[in-house]
């Protein structure tokens, strides 16, 4: 049976890929990639990924990511996605470099640009590979060593 990290990261990808409305539709989702899931655990992956549903027009709703609105909102919703999809961090100078699983470098790299840190001159993100500037050396080693924190 796949590992709870690759089960999250699916309904991650389908909620932000597909319209699904119910937990029901998420499950059946799953299924058809092999992996056979209880409603009790899709609706603690929901939980855990901060997904909500939201109104989609003419009655229906669909689940989507939270938006984020507090910085400690930030702060946690990078912790989660870090331990999830980050398989790497590394620092050149006034650069970082992320290295995340398939698909998930725009999202982190939207997270930390949520991040409102003067150190942080911005991100740009590919499919797998995210490159912080920072303002300086200091910053970027700041930065960094924050960052490795969260791959613990």
Same mark, same amino acid.
């Given at each position: 049976?796949?590992?709870?990290?690759? &089960?999250?990261?699916?309904?991650?990808?389908?909620?932000? /890929?597909?319209?699904?409305?119910?937990?029901?539709? %998420?499950?059946?989702?799953?299924?058809?990639?092999?992996?056979? #899931?209880?409603?009790?655990? #899709?609706? &603690?992956?929901?939980?855990?990924? &901060?997904?909500? $549903?939201?109104?989609?027009?003419?009655?229906?709703? *669909?689940? $989507?990511? /939270?938006?984020?609105?507090?910085?400690? +909102? #930030?702060?946690?919703?990078?912790?989660?996605?870090?331990?999830?999809?980050? *398989?790497?961090?590394?620092?050149?100078?006034?650069?970082?470099?992320?290295? /995340?699983?398939?698909?998930?470098?725009?999202? %982190?790299?939207?997270?930390? +640009?949520?991040?409102? &840190? +003067?150190?942080?001159?911005?991100?740009?993100?590919?499919?797998? /590979? %995210?490159? %912080?500037?920072?303002?300086?050396?200091?910053?970027?080693?700041?930065?960094?060593?924050?960052?490795?924190?969260?791959?613990?």
């Amino acid at each position: 049976m796949p590992s709870k990290e690759y &089960r999250q990261r699916l309904i991650e990808d389908l909620v932000e /890929t597909e319209f699904i409305s119910t937990q029901a539709e %998420i499950a059946d989702h799953l299924k058809k990639r092999g992996i056979d #899931v209880t409603q009790a655990t #899709v609706s &603690r992956d929901v939980n855990e990924l &901060r997904l909500v $549903r939201l109104p989609a027009g003419n009655g229906q709703h *669909r689940y $989507r990511s /939270t938006p984020l609105a507090a910085q400690d +909102d #930030v702060e946690g919703e990078l912790e989660q996605r870090f331990k999830l999809f980050v *398989r790497d961090v590394d620092r050149g100078e006034h650069t970082i470099v992320v290295n /995340t699983d398939e698909g998930h470098a725009s999202g %982190i790299a939207y997270v930390i +640009d949520k991040l409102e &840190r +003067d150190g942080i001159v911005g991100s740009l993100a590919g499919q797998n /590979t %995210i490159l %912080i500037v920072c303002r300086s050396v200091e910053d970027a080693k700041a930065l960094q060593d924050e960052l490795d924190e969260l791959l613990v």
